[in-house]
C-alpha cells in the first residue's frame, strides 16, 4: 500500500515526536513506533512524511513520499523484497515493497512488524546501521539504500505475547516513539476535528474513551481506541442517535462478553445520558 495525497494529513502533537522524528530523519535513524492500536501512529507516519517530503505531494510524478506495509503471520521476505513471476513463456522480477522503497528514496512503515514471520526482521537488520544494505538472495543484488529511504517500524507492546515481542537486537536498532492515547481535551480535538460532530459530544465521546481505558485496572485489558471514538463520531454527525452509534462502533467491537458490556453500557450511559 502507497500513500500520496495532496491534502495535508491531520495530525495533533501530543509532545515532541514530530521534532524527534525529523531530527531522526536528518541522519536517516531508523525509528519505532510503540504504542496500542488506533492511538495515532499511523497517521503520525503519514503527517511526517507529507511534512518531508511536501515537493512530491503536489507533483503528478509517479514517485511516492510513503510506502506502507500492514504486517501478518503469513508475511514473508520474498513479500516485503520481491520474487519472480511468470509472463507467458518467461520471468521478470517484481520488485516488493521494502524494495521499491529502498531504490526510490520513500520511508517504507512496517506496520505491527512482531505479526511478520521472524525472517522478516533478520532482513531488515542491514538496513538499520550505517551500511543501509538491502541483499536480494534470489537476484544476487546488494542494493544501496537511496538517501532518501528511512525505515520504521511500528508495535503494540501491551497486546504482544512473549513470542511476538521484538527482540533486543532488533529493538536496539531503533530510536522509539512511544505513543498513548491523547488526555481528553486534545482527543476531543481530535474527534471534532476528524469526524464533524459537534464539540460537545466530542467531549463526551473523548471522556468515554478515558472511562472505558480506566477499565484496564479492574481486568479489562483492551481499552477503546481513538479510532474507534472517531467511528462513533461519524455515527452521530450522520444522525444516528448517541448511545445507537456507541453501541455499534464500540461496545459491540470490543468485546462479546456480557458482563463486560453490561459494563461499558453503564458507562456510556452516565457520560450519554
Known sequence: MSAKTDVEPFYLPIGDEIEVFTAAYK?????????????????????????LFPDLQVSHSNLQSLITVSCHEDLTATDLVGRYLLDQDSTFWQDG???????????CYLDEIVEARKDTTVLIHSLTDHRRLLPIDKTGEVLQAHESFLLVISYNPGYQSILKDLKPSTRQ?????VFDYPPPEQEALIIERECGVD????????????????????????????R?????????????????????????????????????NSIADIVFP
Open 27 to 51: 541522519s536517516r535513524l531508523p525509528v519505532l513506533l510503540k504504542g496500542p492500536t488506533g492511538c495515532g501512529k499511523t497517521r503520525f507516519i503519514e503527517h511526517m512524511a507529507w511534512r
Open 97 to 107: 515493497p521494502l524494495t521499491r522503497a529502498v531504490r526510490s528514496g520513500a520511508i
Open 173 to 177: 536498532r531503533f530510536v522509539s516513539l
Open 228 to 264: 474507534l471514538l472517531i467511528y462513533a463520531g461519524e455515527l452521530i454527525d450522520n444522525g444516528i442517535a448517541a448511545r445507537t452509534a456507541i453501541e455499534y462502533a464500540i461496545v459491540q467491537s470490543l468485546t462479546d462478553d456480557p458482563e463486560v458490556k453490561e459494563a461499558l
Open 199 to 226: 464539540g460537545s459530544n466530542a467531549q463526551r465521546l473523548a471522556t468515554l474513551g478515558q472511562k472505558v481505558r480506566n477499565l484496564r485496572d479492574h481486568g479489562f485489558e483492551e481499552g477503546v481506541s481513538t
